[in-house]
């Protein structure tokens, strides 16, 4: 079992920057690809970006490659998503997941974090 927490996100105008953070705890953080996603009002949950167990693999959407960076650090059990040069339809609730398996762009992943509000203002 993986317990995964967000934080971090909050109102910002547009061409700001938030960074975001989820703390895992529970089984061996760094044996799970760790991903961010993200759900607009009205919209399907959506993948943003995605990291591989070691590190070296990484994956964005189209709509953030360039703008978003996923970092994450093993021993503070920690993944991060810096958001720079945000824009009003980057708007969302954003969650933290984790799977076993290696980076994929579906929500079929095994663990999901509560979840955290990004507002950007324009």
């Known amino acids: 079992q993986v317990q995964l927490v967000e934080s971090g996100g909050g109102l910002v105008q547009a061409g700001g920057s938030l960074r975001l953070s989820c703390a895992a705890s529970?089984?061996?953080?760094?044996?799970?690809?760790m991903g961010w996603f993200r759900q607009a009002p009205g919209k399907e949950r959506e993948f943003v970006a995605g990291?591989?167990?070691?590190?070296?693999?990484?994956g964005y959407a189209d709509s953030v490659k360039g703008r978003f960076t996923i970092s994450r650090d093993i021993a503070r059990n920690t993944v991060y998503l810096q958001m720079n040069s945000l824009k009003p339809e980057d708007t969302a609730v954003y969650f933290c997941?984790?799977?076993?398996?290696?980076?994929?762009?579906?929500?079929?992943?095994?663990?999901w974090g509560q979840g955290t509000q990004v507002t950007v203002s324009s």
């Open positions: 997941a984790a799977t076993a398996r290696p980076i994929r762009t579906d929500t079929h992943w095994d663990y």
């Open positions: 529970g089984r061996t953080f760094s044996a799970y690809t």
């Open positions: 990291m591989g167990a070691l590190g070296f693999s990484t």
